[in-house]
């Protein structure tokens, strides 16, 4: 790591502490040279490999700006379209892998998607997954309605 004042390649690290984000480390250091400190943060490549076999850093806007078109129209706040992002983001790290299939993205944003907005999710279910016709709409339908009646069914036990 180069001193960021006097260019010199030897620097100390003084302190290391993980970031709130828990995906960065903020290290502390010391330049040999000329003695000053500064800090670093260093986070960890997520790659997506396309179905090409190219490769390229994970994008949160990228998902973002995904999800956003098959909100159209919805009452769907950017904040949601962020913290989305966010728990799509959360979930492909937590696997602790740095190559993810452009496949697993997708999956990865079809739950979140689908507890914030059921037609938004429809929407990109049928882009992502190629619906072909009515019968993929449907059968997509049936198993929200399983879902949202196996949910009732646990918070009516809940209850009683």
Same mark, same amino acid.
């Not at 076999?53 to 098959?70: H, T, W």
């Not at 379209?81 to 993810?100: C, F, H, M, P």
């Not at 452009?102 to 279910?125: H, T």
């Given at each position: ?6 260019? =010199? &390649? ?13 995906? %960065? ?10 003695? !000053?400190? @500064? ?12 179905? %090409? +076999?190219?490769?390229? &850093?994970? =994008? ?12 159209? +129209?919805? &009452?769907?706040? *950017? ?5 989305? /992002? ?6 492909? !790290?937590?696997? /602790? ?5 452009? *496949? *697993? ?8 998607? !689908?507890?914030?907005? *059921?037609?938004?999710?429809? !929407? @990109?279910? %049928?882009?992502?997954? =190629? @619906? ?16 949202? =009646?196996?949910?009732?069914? $646990?918070?009516? $036990?809940?209850?009683?």
């Amino acid at each position: 790591m180069h001193c960021p004042y006097c260019q =010199n &390649p030897d620097t100390k690290v003084i302190d290391t502490r993980i970031n709130e984000d828990g995906y %960065s480390i903020r290290r502390r250091r010391e330049c040999l040279k000329c003695g !000053r400190r @500064f800090t670093t943060m260093e986070t960890t490549m997520l790659m997506v490999e396309k179905r %090409s +076999g190219n490769l390229e &850093p994970f =994008n949160r806007d990228k998902v973002i700006s995904g999800v956003r078109k098959a909100c159209q +129209g919805r &009452p769907i706040n *950017e904040d949601d379209l962020k913290t989305l /992002g966010q728990k799509v983001e959360e979930d492909l !790290r937590s696997r /602790g892998l740095a190559r993810i299939p452009s *496949e *697993e993205v997708g999956k990865a944003i079809l739950k979140p998607l !689908r507890e914030l907005d *059921e037609v938004a999710y429809l !929407r @990109f279910a %049928s882009v992502y997954q =190629n @619906f072909e016709g009515l019968e993929d709409f449907q059968q997509a339908i049936d198993d929200l309605r399983a879902a949202k =009646n196996a949910a009732g069914n $646990e918070d009516g $036990e809940a209850d009683a």
